[in-house]
């Protein structure tokens, strides 16, 4: 049998990153645990399909934890501009760094970058064991500690165990865990694609009745990243479509807004639900990331809200430890979930609101959705408030993401 202090199912970005800041903060003995190999492995002429716009508050995260300037030697686009508009009511609202006294509003990076970056900065850690390759069995919650045995008998027993397992979490169905489901009733689907015109370090969403199209600037200033949310039925079609077809129909969704699109590389698909887990904790067990919440990906914060879990969870035990409590205990646990239920509620919350705001076609709404984006784009404090905002500006900030430390 393996001992720990702490046991992190996952090692997507947020598992991971969740692993190495408490290696880093704390000098308790961690697992990162997954059931896929862990590697740290990163082939820069390998472009992931898959990318994320990272905020702010995840920049200043991966700064104290030194990941920051891996990502940078790696490969990553600032934006410094977003523009978003409106099919329906060729409304369009324009948001710009310098407006709130940034150099951007945040930085489109693949999500093998930031995961081989995170493991990289793991393997330097003397207090974290890296286990690969593990089909986890069953899990047995006991008042001291809990164990997870696994399909060839091995068991590891842990004080506090951290499921970071995605959005299909093991760990939250084998907890019991509770959680709202509600199919999105989009699949999104994702790709690389050349464009005629530059991207101008510009973030483009345009939102069609049938859901958004967005245009993320890579490193490359004719590459983006494109992630168009339609029906299921819609998604079908599309993928089904040549090359010819699709980037013609991609074009013609986009406005041309940036020119010709030239669409060669492979189209995936993702069918969209949010899920909200209804509680958080358990005694000696934790949910961060995608296996507590998913989120449409139209704003961007999946792995956003995941990082500031995993910095609110380590500031919590953090202060636990210093004053001398148990860090696995139900009140200590406790505090973690209130600090972030609310916050991902919200930005749930919100996503869901613009999706439904902009998904009608009935004429009031689309006039009153114009004269709404018109009158916003004019007042740059509502600007400025929803720039800070979705850069992961809030009042209440875990000190790994309000300040970087003098020592990064
Ligand atoms: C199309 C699309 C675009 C997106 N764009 C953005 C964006 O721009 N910005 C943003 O912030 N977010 C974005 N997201 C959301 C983001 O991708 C997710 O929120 C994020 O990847 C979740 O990370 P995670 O580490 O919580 O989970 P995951 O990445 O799902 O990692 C889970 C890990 O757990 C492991 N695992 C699963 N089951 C087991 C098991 N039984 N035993 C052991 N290990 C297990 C898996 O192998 C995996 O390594 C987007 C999502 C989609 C679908």
Known sequence: MSTYDILIVGSGIVGATTALAFAQKTKLKI???????????????????????????SQRIFQNLGVWSTLQAKRISPYQKMVVWDAGSH?????????????????????SVMRTSILEQCARCDNLAIISSVELDSLHEAVEYVELQTKSGHAYRTKLLIGADGGQSWVREQAGIEFACRDYAHSALVTTVKTELPHQMTAWQRFLATGPLAFLPLADLHTCSIVWSTSPAEATRLLALSNTEFQSELAVAFDH??????????????DLYRRHVKNYVKPRLVLVGDAAHTIHPMAGQGVNLGLLDAACLVDVMVDAIKNQRDL???????????????????????????????????????????VGMAVTNHLDFIKNYFSRYATGDRSDMPKLAHTISEDN
């Open 31 to 57: 697992a990162l645990l997954d059931a896929k190999k862990i590697s740290a492995e990163w082939h820069a002429d390998h472009a992931d399909p898959r990318v994320s716009a990272i905020s702010l508050a």
């Open 91 to 111: 409304g369009e609202i324009q948001f710009d760094s310098r407006a709130i006294q940034e150099v951007a509003l945040g930085y489109i990076v693949e999500d």
């Open 257 to 270: 807004k940036l020119g010709r699109v030239v669409a060669e590389q492979q189209r995936y698909r993702f």
């Open 328 to 370: 696995a205990s139900f009140s200590v646990l406790r505090r973690y979930e209130r600090w972030r239920k609310s916050d991902n509620a919200t930005m749930l919350n919100f996503v869901e609101g613009v999706k439904c705001l902009f998904a009608s076609e009935v004429k009031p709404v689309q006039q009153l959705r114009h």
